[in-house]
């Protein structure tokens, strides 16, 4: 079983960063999607940015393109989430999710990727 848990979560002035960090377990080696996601109450889980496992590839969400980096440490098993001149609006628990299937070439974007395996979440509050 995949077992992954969130942490840097917490409040932080508008303009102000955060490091998200996300370590699995239970998971072999192969080309996986590895996503960031956030929920605020009220809305549906929304697409941050994913990352594919062995090759590295990223893709973001229009919203945080030039403000939010993801990598990844393979050897340490984990993910990483640094976001830079966060904005109120980026207020939301933030998830860290991944797939049961290896990526395709479509990439590791939903929907063209499945996310199966979810932590447990991490709160990020910007104030403006």
């Known amino acids: 079983q995949v077992r992954l848990v969130e942490s840097g979560g917490g409040s932080v002035q508008a303009g102000g960063s955060l490091r998200l960090s996300c370590t699995f377990s239970?998971?072999?080696?192969?080309?996986?999607?590895m996503g960031w996601f956030r929920q605020t109450p009220g809305k549906e889980r929304e697409f941050v940015a994913s990352?594919?496992?062995?090759?590295?590839?990223?893709d973001y969400a229009d919203s945080v393109k030039d403000r939010f980096t993801i990598s990844r440490e393979i050897f340490k098993n984990a993910m990483y989430l640094q976001m830079n001149n966060l904005k109120p609006e980026d207020t939301a628990v933030y998830y860290c999710s991944t797939g049961k299937a290896p990526t395709t070439a479509r990439g590791s974007r939903p929907p063209q990727y499945k996310y199966d395996y979810w932590g447990q979440g991490t709160q990020v509050t910007v104030s403006s």
């Open positions: 239970g998971r072999t080696f192969g080309n996986y999607g």
């Open positions: 990352i594919t496992w062995s090759g590295g590839s990223t």
